[in-house]
């Protein structure tokens, strides 16, 4: 009996060994999977209560026999002069957001929009005190060209592609209830979205005709899939997230440096991760901590664009925390993700 006992519980204790050394190398991504859902949930649910309850409203469909091929027209309502209609296309989530004033509830159910569904997803409308809003959620990420004449509102697509030479999309992390890593008060939400508006600031100054798109360019925080379609939907050439690193413990310490997470299915990735390594730590002169397989991160696995997530500087190492608060060291950041841009579309990405 007393062997017995002891030869279950020596098995028993060699299953738990292998089950352990098994799981090992997964315990990271567990976390990682962990991390994200709550990341998730909470992005999903600030979505959810920044959204306007929508009524469907229904396409007049016109082919091509008046107006440009894939056209959509939009009837003024009476009295309603084109000027004062108000027209937002949002990137993020493919949804070009028209502002009505003055009209009457009735002429959202009056057919006020006609023309192809080409490029439509989904029609709806929502009124409001004096006015209403219609929103044309599109199929992809599409250039809006617009013009009116006394009875229409004209509205064109344009891919990204027909419009500029090039297309990237940027990424600040996290955002909103997300802070991402945090340290003495300084959230990683903030830190990533400084870099990424002195990139944009850089892009715009640059005169390339690059179209760049950016998740997000203040506190707001959109959900994973947003951020990762933003790319996928724009057939962006490279896809780049900006965030700053911690140890786990969280606790200060002297591990500081640079680190690029890449998708190891793919080479181009691989490649412009190093490419982006390379140029960052040169511009920052920070430690190469190399690449790392960033498959069990969504935004990377679910990318159909070369990407790389660039882990700037450790906010657990006291020094590297202080530069990454510096204005000039941000600025140097960007600077280097711009130059890994370039070189990357120079070496035929
Ligand atoms: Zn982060």
Not at 186 to 205: M, R, S
Not at 280 to 294: A, I, Q, W, Y
Request: a negative charge; glycine letters at 8%.
């Amino acid at each position: 009996m007393e062997e017995k006992t002891l030869k279950f519980a020596s098995v028993s204790l060699a299953v738990l060994a292998v089950l352990v050394c098994a799981l090992f190398p997964a315990l990271p991504k567990l976390h990682t999977w962990q991390v994200e859902r709550w990341e998730q949930l909470l992005a999903e649910e600030e979505y959810a209560q920044s959204q306007t309850q929508m009524n469907d409203l229904v396409l007049r469909e016109s082919g091509t026999m008046n107006g440009h091929e894939g056209q959509l027209k939009l009837r003024l309502p009476q009295g309603v002069t084109g000027d004062i209609v108000s027209v937002v296309n949002d990137y993020v989530t493919q949804t070009v957001r028209v502002e009505i004033p003055e009209t009457d509830p009735g002429y959202f159910d009056s057919y006020p929009v006609s023309g192809s569904s080409n490029h439509i997803a989904m029609l709806s409308y929502a009124t409001k005190s004096g006015g209403g809003i219609i929103e044309i959620e599109m199929d992809q990420v599409y250039e809006i060209e617009t013009e009116y004449d006394s009875e229409y509102y004209y509205f064109d697509f344009l891919t990204p592609q027909e419009v500029y030479d090039k297309v990237v999309v940027i990424d600040a992390g996290h955002g909103g209830r997300v802070p991402g890593a945090t340290k003495q008060g300084v959230n990683e939400k903030d830190i990533d979205l400084a870099i990424v508006l002195q990139l944009q600031e850089i892009f715009a100054e640059s005169g390339e005709n690059i179209g760049v798109y950016f998740t997000r360019t203040d506190d707001s925080n959109p959900t994973f899939d947003q951020r990762v379609q933003l790319a996928n939907k724009s057939g962006a050439d490279l896809f780049i997230s900006v965030h700053n690193n911690s140890t786990r413990s969280g606790r200060f310490s002297s591990v500081r440096g640079t680190q690029v997470m890449y998708d190891e299915t793919s080479e181009a990735s691989r490649n412009f991760a190093q490419i982006c390594l390379e140029e960052v730590t040169g511009r920052l002169g920070s430690r190469d901590k190399g690449l790392v397989e960033g498959d069990s991160i969504y935004i990377i696995r679910t990318s159909e664009v070369p990407v790389a997530l660039i882990e700037v500087g450790f906010m657990t190492n006291k020094e590297e925390l202080e530069l990454l608060r510096s204005e000039e060291y941000q600025r140097a950041a960007a600077q280097g993700i711009y130059n890994a841009v370039l070189r990357a579309f120079a070496e035929g990405y």
